[in-house]
């Protein structure tokens, strides 16, 4: 049974999450990624077929839309 990297715990939830990345100092939003979520700490976790599929997404797709973002810093 797979425990989590942060808490160890071994409960997970099948969910599907937003995450912003930074690809060659930009950064995307891709949505509705497949994931699984511990239940106890909430840590994401991808498999290496859906982490493959992002990869080609955001290299070799064009997006399908784009938005403004805030952005704060801690100094």
């Not at 990869?55 to 399908?64: E, G, I, P, T």
Request: some cysteine; proline content about 1%; glycine content about 4%.
């Amino acid at each position: 049974m797979t425990k989590c990297d942060v808490c160890g715990s071994t409960e997970y939830i099948e969910d599907t999450v937003n995450e912003i990345f930074e690809i060659d100092g930009r950064f995307v939003l891709v949505e509705n990624i497949p994931a699984r979520v511990c239940a106890r700490c909430g840590d994401v976790t991808f498999s290496r077929e859906t982490t493959e599929h992002v990869r080609q997404l955001v290299h070799d797709s064009q997006a399908q839309k784009s938005l403004k973002m805030d952005v704060f810093t801690l100094v």
